[in-house]
């Protein structure tokens, strides 16, 4: 069992970094510690997450905009176990998928994890209790990353939850803290508020989703507020108890005045992911990580030994599936003597609530940070005809455009399918396009897309048409 090189771990950048290598020609193993292939993302995380998002989403708008459209139900109800079911029947469809790309590409599966014994040899503990040992050129870590639950929150899988857990409750909660208002939080959050559950959500900063544009963070917040969700900003969480069949949550102000408790029948941990390397033998070839415990790469993604690379969430970056991917082809493309290239501004973030958040680029607060002068152009959704069609009229898209040259420096936006219209941002950013480039490309009528063209105006010479 030589090969060219093997892969630890099965997520979105392992395997896609599997498929690219065995195209290039490279003899291929993969090496996953679960039954299943797909890691966090296809079988905990994103398609799950995704599967029940779209189920809440179906089951709001019945409730409480039918009857708007002259549609009339009578007697709805939530069959919580088969919106589980549903979920589950996405996640198997999809990692049965990943089988079938396996044995297309000819690349050898090992179940089991994956131990550097060498740099050159893996050793794989299956579950049965036997070990297999792989020999191989070159290796990349894709092992990904773990919820981090801190000891104080008493994290027991029951009442006290990750997002792992909170994908497969089985009836619809009274009550639900959220510890945190990042991605995973909102977004699980969101589906259980649609459903009629009481979400509080704790967050120790002064916004939500930190990470992205201010003015989206504001706009998400009003939607989700109107959804019921209650936010405590610039809070901490002392003390998370499980009390039988409740739940209690000691929350303080961050500036220590005021403390409270929250009871509810679940607590969802939500305060982001740590780097995965647990018994994976690094030590035992002496690969470097940094204080945070990410994996040390270089330019090329490689790691301090020679022909082991790193990519996803064990390295530095945005814990993102397609920025996984996007590392797995190009290490893929670098063993193989090509010259790729991955520009990681241009990698967009997408909160998948309702309405949805996207962006790419440079948010405003960055650009301040930097000093560059820029111009900023808005568009609202609520002046889109196709918004008010589908009465999804939450939300904005805002473009920031360099004050003398217009090249367009990132795209920000709130509202209706914007998880895919990002991707048009992101292409006119590739290819360093300005904002009047946007503003002169022809967009169908009606669209949600004709916002980006509208925000595109607006930074252009505030020439926006229908506002």
Same mark, same amino acid.
């Given at each position: 069992?030589?090969?060219?090189?093997?892969?630890?771990?099965?997520?979105?950048?392992?395997?896609?970094?599997?498929?690219?290598?065995?195209?290039?020609?490279?003899?291929?193993?993969?090496?996953?510690?679960?039954?299943?292939?797909?890691?966090?993302?296809?079988?905990?995380?994103?398609?799950?997450?995704?599967?029940?998002?779209?189920?809440?989403?179906?089951?709001?708008?019945?409730?409480?905009?039918?009857?708007?459209?002259?549609?009339?139900?009578?007697?709805?109800?939530?069959?919580?176990?088969?919106?589980?079911?549903?979920?589950?029947?996405?996640?198997?469809?999809?990692?049965?998928?990943?089988?079938?790309?396996?044995?297309?590409?000819?690349?050898?599966?090992?179940?089991?994890?994956?131990?550097?014994?060498?740099?050159?040899?893996?050793?794989?503990?299956?579950?049965?209790?036997?070990?297999?040992?792989?020999?191989?050129?070159?290796?990349?870590?894709?092992?990904?990353?773990?919820?981090?639950?801190?000891?104080?929150?008493?994290?027991?899988?029951?009442?006290?939850?990750?997002?792992?857990?909170?994908?497969?409750?089985?009836?619809?909660?009274?009550?639900?803290?959220?510890?945190?208002?990042?991605?995973?939080?909102?977004?699980?959050?969101?589906?259980?508020?649609?459903?009629?559950?009481?979400?509080?959500?704790?967050?120790?900063?002064?916004?939500?989703?930190?990470?992205?544009?201010?003015?989206?963070?504001?706009?998400?917040?009003?939607?989700?507020?109107?959804?019921?969700?209650?936010?405590?900003?610039?809070?901490?969480?002392?003390?998370?108890?499980?009390?039988?069949?409740?739940?209690?949550?000691?929350?303080?102000?961050?500036?220590?005045?005021?403390?409270?408790?929250?009871?509810?029948?679940?607590?969802?941990?939500?305060?982001?992911?740590?780097?995965?390397?647990?018994?994976?033998?690094?030590?035992?070839?002496?690969?470097?990580?940094?204080?945070?415990?990410?994996?040390?790469?270089?330019?090329?993604?490689?790691?301090?030994?020679?022909?082991?690379?790193?990519?996803?969430?064990?390295?530095?970056?945005?814990?993102?599936?397609?920025?996984?991917?996007?590392?797995?082809?190009?290490?893929?493309?670098?063993?193989?003597?090509?010259?790729?290239?991955?520009?990681?501004?241009? $990698?967009? /973030? *997408?909160?998948?609530?309702? !309405?949805? =958040? @996207?962006? %790419?680029?440079?948010?405003?607060?960055? &650009?301040? #940070?930097?000093?560059?002068?820029?111009?900023?152009?808005?568009?609202?959704?609520?002046?889109?005809?196709?918004?008010?069609?589908?009465?999804?009229?939450?939300?904005?898209?805002?473009?920031?455009?360099?004050?003398?040259?217009?090249? $367009?420096? /990132? *795209?920000?936006?709130?509202? !209706?399918? =914007? @998880?895919? %219209?990002?991707?048009?941002?992101?292409? &006119?950013? #590739?290819?360093?396009?300005?904002?009047?480039?946007?503003?002169?490309?022809?967009?169908?009528?009606?669209?949600?897309?004709?916002?980006?063209?509208?925000?595109?105006?607006?930074?252009?010479?505030?020439?926006?048409?229908?506002?």
């Amino acid at each position: 069992m030589n090969y060219d090189v093997t892969v630890i771990g099965s997520g979105p950048g392992g395997y896609v970094a599997a498929i690219r290598c065995a195209q290039l020609g490279l003899k291929t193993a993969i090496v996953e510690r679960y039954s299943t292939l797909g890691g966090t993302c296809l079988n905990v995380g994103c398609i799950p997450s995704k599967a029940l998002l779209d189920s809440s989403e179906h089951y709001h708008n019945a409730k409480e905009k039918f009857a708007t459209h002259g549609i009339h139900l009578k007697d709805l109800t939530v069959d919580m176990p088969q919106m589980i079911s549903r979920k589950d029947e996405v996640v198997d469809q999809t990692v049965k998928g990943l089988d079938f790309l396996m044995k297309k590409n000819k690349i050898d599966v090992f179940q089991g994890h994956g131990t550097f014994v060498s740099a050159n040899q893996i050793e794989v503990n299956k579950a049965d209790g036997s070990k297999e040992t792989i020999q191989t050129a070159k290796a990349i870590i894709a092992t990904g990353s773990k919820p981090i639950t801190p000891a104080s929150f008493n994290y027991d899988k029951k009442r006290i939850i990750t997002s792992t857990e909170a994908l497969n409750i089985k009836e619809v909660p009274e009550k639900m803290v959220v510890i945190g208002g990042g991605v995973i939080g909102l977004e699980l959050g969101s589906v259980y508020a649609r459903l009629g559950t009481s979400v509080e959500v704790v967050e120790f900063l002064d916004s939500i989703i930190p990470g992205m544009d201010k003015d989206c963070g504001k706009e998400l917040m009003r939607s989700l507020k109107k959804l019921g969700v209650t936010f405590h900003l610039k809070h901490m969480v002392t003390t998370v108890e499980n009390t039988g069949d409740k739940v209690k949550v000691g929350v303080k102000s961050k500036d220590g005045d005021k403390t409270f408790d929250i009871e509810a029948d679940y607590c969802l941990v939500a305060i982001g992911r740590r780097p995965y390397t647990d018994k994976l033998g690094l030590e035992n070839i002496g690969v470097e990580k940094d204080e945070k415990g990410r994996i040390k790469v270089d330019h090329h993604l490689q790691t301090s030994v020679p022909g082991i690379y790193a990519i996803g969430d064990v390295i530095e970056g945005a814990m993102l599936a397609h920025k996984a991917e996007e590392e797995g082809v190009f290490v893929a493309e670098v063993m193989a003597g090509q010259k790729p290239h991955i520009d990681y501004n241009l $990698i967009p /973030g *997408v909160v998948y609530t309702w !309405p949805e =958040v @996207a962006g %790419v680029g440079k948010t405003e607060t960055q &650009l301040k #940070e930097e000093g560059r002068a820029y111009k900023v152009g808005k568009f609202p959704f609520k002046a889109l005809g196709r918004a008010r069609a589908s009465m999804d009229t939450d939300g904005m898209i805002k473009v920031l455009a360099d004050k003398a040259t217009d090249e $367009i420096l /990132g *795209v920000h936006m709130v509202g !209706p399918r =914007v @998880a895919d %219209v990002i991707a048009e941002a992101v292409a &006119l950013m #590739e290819f360093r396009a300005s904002a009047e480039d946007a503003s002169r490309m022809s967009h169908a009528h009606p669209t949600y897309t004709e916002a980006l063209k509208e925000a595109a105006l607006a930074a252009t010479d505030n020439r926006a048409l229908h506002v």
